[in-house]
């Protein structure tokens, strides 16, 4: 179990049908509280937490044997993205660039994302600029220093903001919403693809999209298995 001196990350993996694909292998994310909650981790990694981004950049730069990192000492991380929650006023680009650099990442994504939650509470966010228009501003932050964007979208009305950074990658993540019964089902979420790859398309977006889910599902409904983003599991396992 996760600890306040020895915490876990979350790999989100991304699975590419070509061994040199042109995404990273996964997103790192701090790894929330929640679980004796029964919450599945894409809804608990929203929890309030006083760590949240700072779980993540200690374990990137910090030694092994430190207790306040996890055991990544053997695990390749410069073939990762680092998930940012990009809104957190508290997050310092230069300072957090220079460590993604020192340890070898050149992706950032902005997971977990404001995205995520309803208009409603979007909008409360916003008024203590915590809001979607400041994750905007630090994910192209991130883009000025040279970083390359992976940008985590929830919905449709979302695309015209998102493109705008001209992101080489967009992964559908769902709306907490959806989550209310446990992980949405792959109808669900195909439709909610649907429509998000129509409004990139008529932006005239055309980098690479991941939807979410697993590869065994398509291969499942006699579909080719094509590139996704994978729920996120415990790391390093």
């Known amino acids: 179990m996760p600890t306040d001196t020895n915490p876990a990350l979350l790999h ?11 995404v990273p292998s996964g997103i790192l994310t701090f790894a929330p509280g929640g679980a004796d909650l029964g919450l599945p981790p894409e809804v608990a990694v929203h929890l309030p937490t006083a760590a949240g981004n700072q779980v993540l950049l200690d374990a990137l730069s910090q030694p092994a044997g430190h207790p306040r990192t996890t055991a990544i000492k053997d695990k390749a991380v410069r073939d990762k993205a680092a998930g940012l929650f990009m809104a957190d006023c508290f997050l310092h680009v230069e300072r957090t660039a220079e460590i993604l650099r020192a340890a070898g990442i050149e992706w ?14 979007q909008h409360v966010l916003s008024q203590v600029n915590m809001g979607v228009d400041r994750e905007l501003a630090v994910c192209d932050a991130f883009r000025a220093r040279g970083f390359r964007l992976l940008i985590a979208v929830s919905g ?3 695309a015209a903001l998102w493109v705008s950074l001209n992101p080489e990658a967009i992964a559908h993540v769902p709306a907490l919403a959806a989550f ?17 790859r129509a409004a990139l398309a008529a932006k005239g977006w055309n980098g690479l999209f991941l939807p979410y889910g697993d590869p065994a599902e398509s291969t499942a409904m006699g579909d080719q298995a094509a590139p996704c983003l994978c729920p996120p599991r415990a790391w390093p396992t």
């Open 180 to 196: 209310h019964t446990g992980r949405p089902a792959l109808s669900q979420r195909r439709a909610a693809e649907a429509d998000l």
């Open 12 to 22: 989100w993996q991304i699975w590419h049908p070509r061994a040199s694909a042109p």
């Open 156 to 158: 449709a009305e979302e």
């Open 108 to 121: 950032v994504c902005n997971l977990p994302t404001v995205g995520q939650h309803d208009r409603a509470f």
